[in-house]
């Protein structure tokens, strides 16, 4: 989909769309449809995502760090892989809560 703006047309909108906390194009879908947009989130929720973004970077680099010493069995490897996963999804259902809304 295309939508032409003007650079000041979009920076407001930018602007809007930061104030409430949303993405621009959340923010544009809320407004096309006529639907309320959600309760800003809290601080905390930015906190969070950030810690498990710096645990899930802390732990790839022990995966590549160990894929290369060799030092952790095939075993051990699942369970890094695991973790980094269960990493990923916890951030993407922190960032992506109420997309589809």
Known sequence: MEIRLSDDERAQIEDRARANGVTFSRFLRHA????????????IEAETVAALNRV?????QIAKAANRSGRLDPDQQRQLAR???????????????????
């Open 32 to 43: 096309a449809l006529d639907l309320d947009l959600p309760p800003r989130r809290v601080n």
């Open 56 to 60: 899930g970077g802390n732990l790839n």
């Open 83 to 101: 973790a980094i996963d269960r990493v990923a999804a916890a951030v993407a259902r922190l960032t992506d809560e109420g997309d589809t809304k």
